[in-house]
């Protein structure tokens, strides 16, 4: 059986296209979604892929992948910066964790250098763009793969 990945997407992010796109591109959320869906094919993985613009339901989304996923990729968006609740979430979610972020938050400002979400990461992609999430998909294939 293929191995499940949930895919989460948090604040603001539907509407990548047209928000800041000096800093997250051109590229929508969907186009984000069908290369999501392009590598996970390639790589026999099955992904549920969501955004919410809502802190709680980001919560119960985390809360699902216990028996529900076997890996979690997460871009909290804004909430990287401020949700002790996501981490909690994120620490308790029992399937290994990988953080991405289209722009390097290390380069911009100081309050996004902080991520709460890091803490419960097995490792964080940032400042790929969209071919972040094709990364997280390659790095939590191999950890599933490694962990059989
Ligand atoms: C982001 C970076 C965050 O600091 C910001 O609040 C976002 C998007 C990124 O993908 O680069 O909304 O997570």
Do not use: W
Request: charge should be neutral; glycine fraction near 8%.
């Amino acid at each position: 059986m293929s191995h499940k990945i949930l895919v989460l997407n948090g604040p603001n992010l539907n509407m990548l296209g047209q928000r800041e796109p000096d800093i997250y591109g051109h590229t929508t959320l969907e186009d984000i979604r069908r290369a999501v869906d392009a590598r996970a094919t390639h790589l026999k993985l099955t992904v549920d892929f969501r955004q919410t613009n809502d802190e709680g339901e980001l919560v119960t989304s985390i809360q699902s992948a216990r028996g529900g996923a076997d890996g979690l990729i997460i871009n909290a968006a804004a909430y990287t910066h401020t949700s002790v609740a996501i981490l909690d979430a994120l620490l308790a979610c029992g399937v290994p964790v990988v953080e991405v972020h289209l722009s390097n938050i290390y380069r911009r400002e100081e309050f996004r250098h902080h991520s709460y979400v890091s803490r419960a990461a097995t490792g964080i992609i940032c400042g790929f763009g969209a071919h972040g999430y094709e990364l997280a998909l390659d790095a939590i294939a191999r950890l599933l793969h490694n962990k059989k």
